[in-house]
């Protein structure tokens, strides 16, 4: 019911929303005749079980692990890390696990830039990851592009897809002519 209408916040609480509306079916099949009520909780129990494989088949919250895999896998695995928001940070800090790759959070895409740029100065490359909530105008993931272009800086962008979409970019300073795409960001 919830992909027919969605009243709730954030899809992933509509699994849990939906208890109010199968308690009110529930009265429904209550007062229905036995035949009636075998269908309809039949019907019911099926439409519960349909809507959890679609909620549940999928991460709920941003895909830190996956984006923290596709760093580890990438022949660039010791670029230091720049992540929008510091809760983010904190999160994808969690995954990487005991590494001594450098991780260091920002608030906005202007911060971003300059960190990309002094980062970029010092090194080779640099790691940028954005988590687009969807509660945002434009998505921070579309205002990084634009302001990537505009700073001239060449970037690899990978998204993981979830409820709340992972983006992961690698920036270099020019283009990387040897190594694939799939190398540098592996699926």
């Known amino acids: 019911m919830s992909y027919l209408w969605v009243p709730s916040f954030v899809y992933r609480y509509a699994f849990s929303c939906a208890i109010p509306t199968y308690l009110f079916f529930g009265g429904l099949v209550a007062r229905s005749s ?12 099926l439409l519960a079980v349909y809507q959890a494989a679609f909620v549940l088949a999928q991460p709920m919250r941003a895909d830190w692990r996956a984006a923290a895999d596709a760093i580890a896998r990438s022949p660039y695995a010791s670029h230091p890390v720049i992540v929008m928001k510091y809760h983010c940070a904190y999160a994808f800090r969690y995954y990487l696990g005991r590494s001594e790759r450098r991780v260091s959070p920002v608030s906005d895409v202007p911060e971003m830039i300059a960190k990309t740029k002094t980062t970029l100065r010092n090194g080779r490359g640099v790691w940028l990851l954005v988590n687009d909530t969807g509660l945002d105008a434009a998505p921070t993931s579309e205002r990084l592009d634009n302001a990537l272009r505009q700073a001239r800086l060449v970037f690899i962008k990978r998204t993981f897809h979830t409820a709340s979409p992972v983006s992961v970019y690698h920036v270099r300073l020019e283009a990387v002519q040897s190594p694939a795409l799939h190398s540098i960001l592996p699926p």
Request: glycine fraction near 16%.
């Open 34 to 45: 036995r035949g009636a009520r075998v269908v309809t909780l039949t019907v019911l129990g």
